[in-house]
């Protein structure tokens, strides 16, 4: 199965009949129906060199996955573990001792409302999603509370594209511009930090009007922007 | 829910005169309301102030009026909060809230027990005295709460008074003088009438976010603030009444800076409702 261009389809499309033999993966927005693949979900068909497909549409609800970044808000304190707000249906847990350097002893000691940078290791949809603040490694590696800073929500279509590589011109020529940090969460949640609060302020309200902004349109809005701030 | 950094920012931001979305303390989002929306009510608008997303309908019907006040029309109030407009909107803790609102509108616009008073000349709703009367059902539905939702309710619900016409409802003597009066409604709508809602107040929120004023909150501002001041300027920036929420108490000399802030704001504000209210007429 070759790499073929985006294409539009909506739910119940018959968009691949499976090969003979070799891999295909599938992803979120496709499920099978004997030899043929079937999308559920309205949204433009992407596949991989590798044999990846699935669809990316406009979803605002974020359906978790393993391997995933996310931006969550603690919602719940329990002794073992606290209860995070992803924008999933039901909250993910993270326990206390998936941090870097965390024992009975010492733990990290966050509160309802905080905001937590985590990764998704499990995700099935009979069992509440599962987070953890470290790498595969056990090293931080920037996960972790979020101190500082404002949160925003986006469409998840914008965060994955945010995460892609070649990174989208909004975000490059912000980063040329202006001096903050940025964590962009796969569920559509991004949290900006600067020393600045205006930068925060112009980050937090330019970063959206990239979504559908070409790389020279992009380019152009934040010179604007950026020189009426000085 | 808020994280306690991201209420600090706000709070410094405040301080500074800046705000998340760049706006200052005393800048309101862009306001757009249209009129006549829906066929089947005598009136109704639609608001947007910024993110939040009302909708306010009047629905006109002949009824009885209340035994201490013979004399008047009737008003009756009703607020709903739409389940997905917001996380707190569900079950009972949204219905408390809608009620809430309907409390704070109609105390804003009802008359006195005596019915002498109010924002609207309910005597002109009289149809025959002790008998019938016009009652006014005044439904305010929160399609979106993203903050100032009282605020974008009492706009929503003077421009829907100020869309609604009423027919003109005539009293014909029966034959016989011992039965009841028959009401002949005139359905020709060249003689319908207008409410007049010059005196009906705007209802402005103004929270204290790190100790300083600041008008037209987000949700997410809301919950950075200490306390909230709801005020209600009528078209002549009069102040016709005051509410307080939240815990923490506001200083008099804040309170004064409030209110004034208040009375610059709300002349803006109402000439958006009335800019959409004569576009629908000449349109």
Request: net charge neutral.
């Amino acid at each position: 199965m070759g790499p073929q261009p985006a294409r539009v389809v909506a739910p119940g499309d018959s968009v691949y009949q499976l090969p003979e033999k070799g891999e295909v993966r599938v992803g979120s927005g496709i499920h099978q129906d004997g030899q043929h693949l079937i999308t559920c979900r309205p949204g433009l068909l992407s596949t991989t060199q590798s044999g990846k497909v699935w669809v990316a549409g406009r979803q605002k609800r974020y359906i978790p996955q393993v391997g995933d970044c996310v931006l969550g808000r603690i919602a719940d304190k329990h002794s073992e573990n606290y209860g995070v707000d992803i924008n999933t249906p039901f909250p993910a847990s993270l326990p206390v001792l998936a941090f870097e350097g965390a024992t009975r002893r010492s733990r990290p000691n966050l509160q309802v409302g905080d905001l937590v940078y985590a990764r998704v290791t499990a995700a099935d949809r009979d069992v509440d999603p599962e987070l953890v603040c470290t790498d595969a490694s056990g090293k931080a590696a920037g996960f972790g509370a979020m101190t500082g800073g404002q949160a925003f929500r986006c469409t998840t279509s914008f965060a994955a594209k945010l995460l892609s590589q070649p990174t989208p011109a909004i975000l490059t020529a912000l980063g040329r511009a202006l001096q903050f940090e940025l964590a962009v969460g796969l569920n559509g949640h991004i949290w900006v930090h600067s020393p600045k609060p205006t930068t925060t302020i112009i980050v937090t309200n330019t970063l959206p009007k990239g979504e559908f902004l070409s790389d020279a349109q992009a380019e152009m809005v934040v010179k604007r922007i950026v020189s009426t701030m000085q | 829910m808020i994280s306690r950094y991201e209420r600090l920012y706000t709070a410094e931001g405040a301080k500074q005169g800046l705000r998340a979305d760049g706006r200052n303390c005393d800048t309101f989002r862009p306001v757009s309301c249209s009129t006549g929306v829906f066929e089947q009510c005598s009136g109704s608008a639609r608001l947007r102030i910024g993110g939040t997303h009302v909708v306010a309908t009047v629905k006109v019907e002949l009824g009885a009026p209340t035994p201490a006040t013979p004399q008047y029309g009737r008003l009756s109030f009703a607020v709903d909060y739409s389940p997905c407009s917001a996380a707190t909107a569900q079950g009972r803790r949204g219905e408390d809230q809608s009620s809430e609102l309907a409390r704070a509108l109609e105390q804003s616009i009802r008359p006195s027990q005596s019915g002498k008073g109010g924002a609207l000349d309910l005597q002109s709703l009289c149809v025959l005295p002790g008998k019938t009367c016009w009652v006014l059902h005044v439904d305010g539905l929160i399609l979106n709460a993203d903050g100032s939702v009282l605020d974008a309710l009492s706009l929503a619900i003077k421009a829907a008074l100020g869309d609604t016409s009423i027919p003109l409802a005539s009293v014909v003597a029966a034959e016989d003088p011992a039965d009841q009066p028959e009401i002949d409604i005139d359905p020709d709508p060249s003689k319908y009438t207008r409410l007049d809602i010059q005196r009906i107040p705007v209802t402005l929120s103004i929270g204290l976010i790190g100790g300083l004023p600041v008008v037209d909150l987000t949700e997410h501002e809301e919950l950075c603030a200490d306390s909230m001041l709801h005020v209600s300027v009528n078209e002549r920036g009069r102040i016709c009444g005051i509410t307080q929420r939240a815990t923490s108490g506001i200083n008099p000399a804040t309170l004064q800076e409030m209110l004034a802030m208040a009375q610059r704001a709300a002349p803006k504000l109402l000439q958006s409702v009335q800019r959409a209210s004569s576009q629908m007429e000449t349109a």
